[in-house]
Structures are given as structure tokens and as C-alpha cells.
């Protein structure tokens, strides 16, 4: 089974220009996740979805932050525009059930996008 | 809502010796915990995780962490580390609504 597919891994950008990142979840897994990483902290959840509907934006900036995932399978990841605080590994991860107690929790990521913001 | 707070943020150990990686949450439902590991240039893999059931929980390579309800603790543990298992640990802690919370990460460095 393949993983979690992430690109790019790795992105330099100057500060208040865009950029964007793709995950391609594991077949089959109905809940994708986006997490920022910043160096030296643990994973930080920014948005899940279920499908293509979101459960959990709440730590998601949306004044510059903004995800999608139209058809259910993909996503994508945008920042628009970014800051310096943003620079962190973005970090994809994948289930196949939403609900805890049903293969609860066990996410599948992949090796994430390494952003640096100048 | 839950979390977790990772004692250590760095363990130096020799190769061979015993070591644990300490791991505290916080909730006020039932909760299902999960160490995660972090290989250099990687992403997270699931080491193990406790659901429910034993309380004692093992890992294919030796690991094993177990959940004290009265302590709030899923500390990790092994008996004998080796120089391949110097890598990043995270300590997680999701509930019902599947919102996982991770620790700030034990870096295990481990010396010949």
C-alpha cells in the first residue's frame, strides 16, 4: 500500500508571497489532516477533514491560511501571504475512520513540506 | 480539551542501557494515547498506542509503554536501546472527536 504522498518537500519563499501544498492521502482513508510542525514543538493540528467536509478548523489562521479538499481524496494547503512565523514543516497525515474507537487515531503521515520563509 | 506534556525534551543514553521517555496527559473523558517516532528527514510512524484493554502496550521493536489511569502517565519504555533508535519520540492523546494532541518531543540519542 502506498503512504502519504507530500510535495514539495522541501520550498523557500520571501515573506507576503504565496505558496501553496499538496497531499495525496493513503486509498481508501476518509479523514486527511493537515498539521504544522515548527521546530522544536510537536505537530500542531491546522484542519481535518472528513470527505471533503471539514471537521476541525479552530486552530487554522484563516486570515492567510486555506485548504481544500475538493473530491474528497486530495487536498491542498495555502498560504497566502506568508509570514516568517510560518516557516515549519507542514505535515500531511491520513485515517481511514473519522471516529475515535474504529481504528481509533492510528494516523498515517507522510514525510511533510519543509517551508522557509525569508 | 486534552493534552500532553512530555517531561524530557532531550535523553542521552548509552547503547544497551534501559531508558524511559516520560509522557503525562491531560483530559476529562476517556482517552486513547499513542507514541509516535520521528526518524531524521522523516515523517511520524506509529510506534504504539493503547485503545483499550492490557495496559501494558508493546512495539515490534522492543518498546513497550503502559497507561496508568491514576497517574495521567503513558511513559515509554526499553529495556536495551540500540544506536539505530536515536530519534525524535512524541507522546499523543486523541478522544472521541479524533482531535489528536502531541507532546513537544523527547529527542532519544543514543551512544555508542
Known amino acids: 500500500e502506498a503512504g502519504v504522498a507530500q510535495s514539495p518537500r522541501y520550498k523557500i519563499i520571501e515573506k507576503r508571497q504565496s505558496v501553496a501544498f499538496w497531499c495525496n492521502p493513503i486509498s481508501g482513508h476518509a479523514t486527511l489532516y493537515w498539521y504544522q510542525q515548527i521546530l522544536g514543538q510537536g505537530p500542531k493540528l491546522l484542519i481535518q477533514f472528513q470527505n471533503n467536509g471539514v471537521v476541525d478548523d479552530s486552530q487554522l489562521p484563516k486570515d492567510r491560511f486555506s485548504a481544500e479538499r475538493l473530491k474528497g481524496v486530495d487536498s491542498t494547503l495555502k498560504i497566502q501571504p506568508a509570514k516568517l512565523e510560518d516557516s515549519a514543516v507542514y505535515l500531511c497525515?491520513?485515517?481511514?475512520?473519522?471516529?475515535?474507537?474504529?481504528?481509533?487515531?492510528?494516523?498515517?503521515f507522510g514525510p511533510g513540506t519543509r517551508l522557509t520563509v525569508l | 480539551a486534552q493534552s500532553v506534556t512530555q517531561l524530557d525534551s532531550q535523553v542521552p543514553v548509552f547503547e544497551e542501557a534501559p531508558v524511559e521517555l516520560r509522557c503525562n496527559y491531560s483530559?476529562?473523558?476517556?482517552?486513547?494515547l499513542f507514541w509516535y517516532v520521528q526518524y531524521p528527514n522523516q515523517g511520524l510512524q506509529l510506534l504504539l498506542k493503547y485503545l483499550s484493554g492490557s495496559t501494558l502496550v508493546e512495539s515490534i521493536n522492543g518498546f513497550e509503554a503502559e497507561f496508568n489511569k491514576s497517574q495521567t502517565s503513558f511513559h515509554l519504555r526499553k529495556p536495551s536501546v540500540h544506536i539505530s533508535d536515536t530519534a525524535e519520540y512524541f507522546c499523543a492523546v486523541t478522544s472521541n472527536n479524533n482531535d489528536m494532541r502531541f507532546g513537544a518531543g523527547t529527542r532519544l540519542t543514543v551512544k555508542p
Open positions: 497525515a491520513s485515517s481511514r475512520w473519522g471516529l475515535a474507537g474504529r481504528g481509533a487515531g492510528e494516523q498515517f
Open positions: 483530559s476529562s473523558v476517556s482517552v486513547y
